[in-house]
């Protein structure tokens, strides 16, 4: 099973990235999916959930209104639009399935893909 996250880059505040998380191995349809985010000297800290099947999805406060994640099941492939973008979105995004992925419990989550870098920056 391997998740592959790209599409981070740098932006000007105001602006738009999509990030792209494509999975082998897995259907990302059949798991709980999500996005985390960790800036430089914090916490790790989760941005989005949906679970699976496409039921239901959740946004941090930070992000709520800005962000969207979606899921392409042909592509199995789940994207993060980032919207309206802000300094303190900066962070190395990652990506992570689990069949029932509690984003707070660490043992749910079975699979992460590697980070992309997102700068938000003048």
């Known amino acids: 099973v391997q998740l592959q996250a790209s599409g981070g880059g740098k932006v000007q505040p105001g602006g738009s990235l999509r990030l792209s998380c494509a999975a082998s191995?897995?259907?990302?349809?059949?798991?709980?999916v999500a996005w985390f985010r960790q800036a430089p000297g914090q916490e790790r800290e989760w941005v989005s959930v949906?679970?699976?099947?496409?039921?239901?999805?959740y946004y941090s406060d930070s992000v709520k209104g800005r962000f969207t994640l979606s899921v392409d099941n042909a592509k199995n492939t789940v994207y993060l639009q980032m919207n309206s973008l802000k300094p303190e979105d900066t962070a190395v995004y990652s990506c992570?399935?689990?069949?029932?992925?509690?984003?707070?419990?660490?043992?749910?989550?079975?699979?992460w893909g590697k980070g992309t870098l997102v700068t938000v920056s003048s």
């Open positions: 949906r679970r699976r099947g496409g039921t239901q999805t």
């Open positions: 992570a399935a689990g069949p029932n992925l509690i984003p707070t419990i660490e043992q749910t989550i079975h699979y």
């Open positions: 191995g897995v259907s990302l349809n059949s798991y709980t």
